[in-house]
């Protein structure tokens, strides 16, 4: 993918409208309590970006935000409830939900907090206990 190339999203009635742009950081799938919560599904698909990558274009005024921790600031539309992206402060990234930019290649390339897992799922991704150790995590394999 260009770092050229753009990516147009958007909430589930098209109120809020965003885009992004270039690489993103990583993508994948996060079995965490609060992912899972938050999304009513059984796992939760992530794409990070730089928060510079992510612009909302349209409807800003539209959104609302939770913040359960410091470490996610969760934003979704106020006309529609769809959910539309996560900023994480702590770890200066943005990940804006995989399904929200229908367009975008999606290729996971990790499940992190596979011991949360409550759908197992057998693809042949790497899956991490909690977080890679350059995001604060152990870093730590465990089986599919």
């Known amino acids: 993918m260009s770092n050229d190339k753009t990516y147009k999203g958007s909430c589930f009635c098209g109120a809020v409208q965003l885009t992004v742009k270039g ?8 079995h965490c309590e609060s992912c899972r919560h938050w999304s009513a599904g059984p796992v ?3 794409i990070l970006w730089k928060p510079e990558d992510v612009e909302i274009t349209q409807g800003a005024e539209n959104i609302g935000t939770y913040s359960k921790s410091p470490q996610s600031l969760r934003k979704w539309c ?3 409830g769809g ?3 996560s900023e994480h402060p702590t770890m ?3 990940d804006v939900y995989a399904a929200v ?5 999606y290729k996971p390339g990790v499940h992190v907090n596979y011991q949360e897992a409550v759908l197992r799922i057998h693809d042949g991704v790497p899956k991490l206990k ?9 870093g730590e394999s465990i089986p599919e």
């Open 78 to 80: 106020k006309t529609c």
């Open 44 to 46: 939760n698909a992530f």
């Open 23 to 30: 690489e993103p950081a990583a993508m994948g799938y996060c």
């Open 83 to 85: 959910h539309i992206l």
């Open 130 to 138: 909690d977080f890679p150790a350059e995001m604060g995590g152990s």
């Open 101 to 105: 930019i229908p367009s975008f290649p």
């Open 92 to 94: 200066g990234l943005t």
